[in-house]
Nanobody
Framework: QVQLVESGGGLVQAGGSLRLSCAAS????????MGWFRQAPGKEREFVAA????????YSGDSMKGRFTIARENAKNTVYLQMNSLKPEDTAVYYC???????????????????WGQGTQVTVSS
């Protein structure tokens, strides 16, 4: 059974940092694109970042770029999201995702993503 399990969320003050981890199991994900999304209460799910099997990153074009860094360790089937200079508006549930095609991470194609984690809560206090 394929599982994506996120960890590392929590409560942090504005300006602080968190590192999220997503451990994948049930198959090898080394040739999968993996990524992160987030969803704040009352808002639509939002793309944060993705990383291809070769390690090439893609980031959301808005305020997350420059503050968030995505990385992966294929040997551990794990993807990370380092979040620095956190802001209250970063508060959301963060979801890990994986798919064999990087195209599935394009806007309006997220319904094609094969695997999703259960999410981890990130709360940034002001």
């Amino acid at each position: 059974q394929v599982q994506l399990v996120e960890s590392g969320g929590g409560l942090v003050q504005a300006g602080g940092s968190l590192r999220l981890s997503c451990a994948a199991s049930g198959r090898t994900f080394s040739n999968y694109t993996m990524g992160w999304f987030r969803q704040a209460p009352g808002k639509e799910r939002e793309f944060v970042a993705a990383i291809s099997w070769s390690g090439g990153p893609t980031y959301s074009g808005d305020s997350m770029k420059g503050r968030f860094t995505i990385a992966r360790e294929n040997a551990k089937n794990t993807v990370y999201l380092q979040m620095n200079s956190l802001k209250p508006e970063d508060t959301a549930v963060y979801y890990c995702a994986a798919d064999s095609s990087s195209l599935s991470f394009y806007r309006y194609r997220w319904h094609l993503i094969s695997y999703w984690g259960q999410g981890t809560q990130v709360t940034v206090s002001s």
